[in-house]
T-cell receptor, first 111, second 117 residues
């Protein structure tokens, strides 16, 4: 079993819809929870990170962590075609340690 | 440069040949990571350099893989006697401390696409 599981998609939504992405993880030692966005033929870029259970908002993006269920989510409101990309969750045990990634979910927002 | 750069962007090689992949991190970043991304797979950690400390090599898949970081800046990932299963995108990241949370934010380069025929 992988340490971080993520549905590969693809997830296709109409423009303006809410995109809902999630990951589950198995190791309770994980402390930091991140979401990266990766456009085709580019490196991943950090969207958001959280440290504790709860919600964190940044513009149209909301990250949610439920440590008791080992479940993390990313919501994208008012989705745009430019949001079409692969979204990767990544988890880290401690600051400075290596990232453990989910497999990524490919998202397609149709105009 | 403003970001992490990697070269070459694409590399095609024959099975059995050695390849070298280069990473130029963001100036001033003390930590450098190499990851591998295979088709349909997530990113797989390979190796981590932090300052003058001994590197964390725990992710290297075999002894054909090695990496070095010269002068605390540029890094080279070397794959000897390449195999077809080595075909992947090799990504480099460098990091800085995100002061409020104490988290090292990793910034990725565009990757080197390696194809072993």
């Amino acid at each position: 079993q992988k340490e971080v599981e993520q549905d590969p998609g693809p997830l296709s939504v109409p423009e303006g819809a809410i995109v809902s992405l999630n990951c589950t993880y198995s190791n309770s030692a994980f402390q930091y929870f991140m979401w990266y966005r990766q456009y085709s033929r580019k490196g991943p870029e950090l969207l958001m990170y959280t440290y504790s259970s709860g919600n964190k908002e940044d513009g149209r993006f909301t990250a949610q962590v439920d440590k008791s269920s080992k479940y993390i989510s990313l919501f994208i409101r008012d989705s745009q075609p430019s949001d079409s990309a692969t979204y990767l969750c990544a988890i880290i045990k401690a600051a400075g340690n290596k990232l453990t990634f989910g497999g990524g979910t490919r998202v397609l927002v149709k105009p | 440069g403003a970001g992490v750069s990697q070269s070459p962007s694409n590399k095609v090689t024959e099975k059995g040949k050695d390849v070298e992949l280069r990473c130029d991190p963001i100036s001033g970043h003390t930590a450098l990571y190499w990851y591998r991304q295979s088709l349909g797979q997530g990113l797989e950690f390979l190796i981590y350099f932090q300052g003058n400390s001994a590197p964390d090599k725990s992710g290297l898949p075999s002894d054909r893989f090695s990496a070095e970081r010269t002068g605390g800046s540029v890094s080279t990932l070397t794959i000897q006697r390449t195999q077809q299963e080595d075909s992947a995108v090799y990504l480099c990241a460098s990091s800085s401390i995100d002061s409020p949370g104490g988290l090292e934010t990793q910034y990725f380069g565009p990757g080197t696409r390696l194809l072993v025929l």
